[in-house]
């Protein structure tokens, strides 16, 4: 009889970032037209990844006075 590993269990569902969830074809788009370490590469993905950021701290919300 196989024993069911129940420690996964109890660890919290993980948020998933739609922001994230949406680069990832670019990314891999960029892997798959670039040579391993190429500095072509490291500037995409750089670039991908700041502008990311970006686009998270735009969609913050923002303090208000109240």
């Known amino acids: ?3 069911r590993d129940e420690t996964d269990a ?3 569902a ?3 970032d739609p922001i994230n969830m949406a680069i990832c074809p670019l990314i891999e788009h960029i ?3 670039t040579a391993d370490g190429s ?3 490291k500037a ?3 670039d991908v990844l ?3 950021e970006r686009i998270k701290q735009a969609l913050a919300p923002k303090p208000t006075l109240n």
């Open 14 to 16: 993980a948020e998933v």
């Open 31 to 33: 892997l798959a037209v």
């Open 39 to 41: 500095s072509e590469r």
């Open 44 to 46: 995409a993905l750089s």
């Open 50 to 52: 700041h502008i990311a």
């Open 1 to 3: 009889m196989i024993e």
């Open 10 to 12: 109890e660890w919290p």
